[in-house]
């Protein structure tokens, strides 16, 4: 390899940036262009370069995410990360990450997050798994139990334009509430709408409506020699009260033709499993979702309003600046540390995706005084979940 240089992109540079990710996805030139190009006017494009042929790409839309305690805190939303066959395993991606870490900072920029594609590739740039997706699969006809309530008022079928305004709103409402949820800014949605679209096969979605909460879904067709055999993927549901949430399930399980309805965006503590009357009827099974990367630690801690002064000794050999101690609170100290941890697993443990006694029992996190660890971890610990319903 020439001489190896990762920088941001201009405009005249954006298609040769996406038919770079789209070979490292090994997809169809021409369809990349289609699929993905409609997202890229929102991201902040990279590319890496060796010499004057592109070889690699990485982007982020600044966007924002719910914080325990309801802030929502602006967020680099990592995306298209990809590097061409043939010049992997010499540092293409690592530059790229330089780049876009060095970037955020100097833009004020605190949190970065992505999905990634495989699992072991973003903890050596600081990422931690922050969220987890609840794979679920319940059969049609599931019951609910006799306490629970249904909010009466029907949910209704309405095309794409006439659902859009309603989720929007309905989002923006909710979103505050919900710790890992994303800003969906304008554009932002259709785009993500289109991308993921696309890793269905094109199938069209489908909006119903309830007063309080909507599903987004698409059905797959399918018959058998024993009849129907069709099968509902929700890609949104959300609701403003228990209610209207039970009505979404309801008129999802009571689809004719329909054996089992599947969201692979639950969350761990997803309500509908607590309201069947056989909560066996749920299959789950649970993935890593969002990673996060504390961008810079004191930034983060601080919007995090954890309320704790445990001192915390955080290494990281990726972004230097954030080695040393700090209270979780995010002020400096020269107190001496009570725990020791890795920025990634900070990271892990920042949405409350995990505690950090789970952490500490995999050897993760070193208690350097009795008492704190416990301490931290209550302090970290949230009553929910976090999820997040959107891929980027
Ligand atoms: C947010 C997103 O967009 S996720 C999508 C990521 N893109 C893809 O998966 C597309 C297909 N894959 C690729 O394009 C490339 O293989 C990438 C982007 C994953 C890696 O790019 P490379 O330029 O080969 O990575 P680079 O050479 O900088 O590797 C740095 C380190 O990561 C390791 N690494 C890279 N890819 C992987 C992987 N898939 N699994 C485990 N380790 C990996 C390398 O071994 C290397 O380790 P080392 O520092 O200990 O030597």
């Known amino acids: 390899m020439g001489n190896l240089e990762a920088r941001k992109l201009d405009d005249g540079e954006l298609d040769e940036f996406v038919a770079v990710f789209g070979a490292a996805f090994l997809e169809d030139a021409e369809e990349d262009q289609a699929r993905f190009r409609p997202a890229v006017p929102f991201v902040t494009a990279l590319g890496a370069f060796d010499g004057p042929e592109m070889i690699g790409s990485a982007g982020h839309y600044s966007t924002a995410i ?4 309801g802030r929502a ?4 939303g990592v995306t298209l990360v990809g590097v061409k066959p043939g010049h992997r395993r010499r540092g293409v991606l690592t530059s790229l990450m330089r780049e876009q870490l060095d970037g ?5 920029v605190a949190l970065a997050a992505l999905y990634a594609s495989e699992g072991a590739i973003y903890g050596r740039y600081g990422y931690g798994a922050a969220t987890f997706e609840n794979h679920l699969t319940l059969p049609s006809g599931a019951r609910f139990r006799p306490d629970v309530e249904v909010d009466e008022r029907p ?8 659902a859009m305004p309603v989720i929007h709103e309905q989002h923006a409402r909710i979103a505050a509430s919900r710790i890992g949820w994303i800003e969906r800014g304008d554009g932002a949605w259709e785009a993500l709408e289109l991308m993921r679209q696309s890793r269905s096969g094109g ?3 489908r909006y119903a409506l309830h007063p309080e909460g909507h599903v987004i879904y698409r059905p797959t067709r399918k018959w058998t020699e024993r009849g129907p055999d069709y099968r509902l993927e929700i890609t949104h549901l959300m609701a403003e009260t228990p209610q209207a949430y039970a009505a979404l399930w309801r008129y999802l399980m009571e689809f004719a033709l329909v054996r089992e309805v599947r969201w692979n965006k639950a969350a761990l503590d997803e309500p509908i499993v607590r ?8 299959e789950q099974s649970i993935v890593d979702g969002l990673w996060l ?8 801690l601080a919007a995090r309003e954890t309320g704790s002064d445990v001192v915390v000794e955080v290494t990281d050999s990726f972004c230097e600046w954030n080695n040393g101690r700090r209270r979780l609170d995010g002020g400096s100290t020269t107190a001496p540390a009570q725990l020791a941890l890795d920025v990634a ?3 892990a443990a920042y949405l409350g995706g995990c505690t950090l006694h789970q952490l500490a029992a995999a050897g993760r996190v070193r208690e350097l005084e009795p008492g704190a660890l416990s301490t931290a971890s209550r302090a970290l610990a949230t009553d929910h979940a976090p999820s997040c319903p959107d891929a980027f």
């Open 293 to 300: 990367r504390l961008v810079d630690v004191p930034a983060a």
């Open 104 to 108: 955020l900072r100097e833009s004020g």
């Open 203 to 205: 199938v069209p979605s």
């Open 155 to 162: 949910v209704r079928e309405v095309d794409r334009d006439s």
């Open 73 to 76: 805190a602006p967020l680099g």
């Open 66 to 69: 719910t914080l325990p305690g």
């Open 345 to 347: 697993d900070l990271a």
């Open 275 to 282: 309201m069947l009357a056989d909560p066996r009827a749920a």
